[in-house]
């Protein structure tokens, strides 16, 4: 099927899963992507029975928390791997030589985009099947739509975010860091490990709404809370989230940098293997 496909649009495709396989020959990215949020909603789902989403309402543990950690593995799949790995890709002078390639540079980024969506929707189905099927999560068919355009705005604005990620960290080595520092804290404030209830710290509440993963969470748990009697969309979240990815958009664009920085071990590693070296 690809073959049949316009060029630039195979290569695309190509890379995309050149990219995947990349990720599977890293299983500690795989399991902090896929099998660290469903270990913890097993772990959740055991430990507690229902859920207070505030306004005296609960849910099932698992209605809650499905979606939340489905938001929680495309986040992960998006901004944190396309981050490290890209930040990580330009310090060992991968950039720099797939500028020499005949690969137009924007089919490179396509292909780590597309791979980071593609396993956020791999991890996103995985959470859900697991959800629906094991612990009886309920979604009605016709918010299955509003659901899949959240993930989509979703996934595209931390894909965004990912790649200013990789453009204002200063070294591959520090790009773990500085992404676990973003994501993890605000997981904890974004309604995705607990629910903040009606009355949380007021520093919580102004952290979790003036940052994109709690609006992105709202917007896809939406069309899951059994307690909505109106429509399951959430524009005004949707809109926030894009706007964090047009920022996103915008940091990477001006500040990406294909050449290794200053200092990188890996850049300096490569240049050395091609010096000649002394007979003994």
Same mark, same amino acid.
């Given at each position: 099927m690809a073959d049949r496909l316009p060029s630039r649009l195979r290569l695309l495709v190509r890379q995309v899963g050149y990219q995947n396989r990349i990720f599977r020959r890293v299983p500690i990215a795989a399991f902090f992507t896929l099998a660290f949020p469903l270990m913890f909603l097993f772990l959740?789902?055991?430990?507690? !029975? !229902?859920?207070? +989403? /505030? /306004?005296?309402?609960?849910?099932?543990?698992?209605?809650?928390?499905?979606? /939340? *950690?489905?938001?929680? %593995? &495309?986040?992960?799949?998006?901004?944190?791997?396309? =981050? +490290?790995?890209?930040? +990580?890709? @330009? !310090?060992?002078?991968?950039? @720099? @030589?797939? @500028?020499?390639?005949?690969?137009?540079?924007?089919?490179?980024?396509?292909?780590?985009? =597309?791979?980071?969506?593609? +396993?956020? %929707?791999? =991890?996103?189905? &995985?959470?859900?099947?697991?959800?629906?099927?094991?612990? =009886?999560?309920?979604?009605? *068919? !016709? &918010?299955?739509?509003? &659901?899949?355009?959240?993930?989509?705005? /979703?996934?595209?604005?931390?894909?965004?975010?990912?790649? %200013?990620l990789a453009a204002l960290a200063p070294t591959g080595q520090g790009a773990p860091a500085l992404a676990q520092a973003t994501i993890l804290p605000v997981a904890f404030v974004s309604d995705v490990f607990m629910p903040l209830g009606d009355d949380p710290a007021r520093w919580m509440e102004v952290l979790g709404d003036a940052l994109p993963l709690k609006s992105f969470v709202h917007a896809f748990f939406a069309p899951f809370d059994p307690f909505r009697t109106g429509s399951a969309w959430e524009p005004g979240h949707l809109l926030y989230v894009a706007a964090w990815g047009a920022f996103g958009a915008v940091v990477a664009a001006r500040r990406f940098r294909w050449e290794p920085s200053v200092g990188s071990t890996g850049g300096g590693r490569s240049r050395r293997s091609r010096r000649p070296q002394p007979a003994d």
């Open positions: 959740f789902a055991s430990i507690f !029975d !229902d859920v207070s +989403i /505030g /306004g005296g309402r609960e849910v099932a543990a698992a209605q809650f928390y499905a979606p /939340g *950690l489905a938001v929680f %593995a &495309a986040a992960s799949a998006t901004y944190t791997n396309i =981050g +490290i790995s890209t930040a +990580i890709s @330009r !310090d060992e002078g991968i950039l @720099r @030589r797939v @500028r020499s390639t005949p690969l137009p540079p924007w089919v490179y980024l396509g292909g780590v985009v =597309g791979s980071g969506v593609s +396993i956020a %929707a791999f =991890g996103v189905a &995985a959470m859900l099947a697991v959800g629906i099927g094991v612990y =009886g999560v309920e979604v009605e *068919l !016709d &918010a299955v739509l509003p &659901a899949v355009v959240a993930f989509v705005v /979703g996934v595209a604005s931390f894909a965004a975010l990912g790649l %200013a």
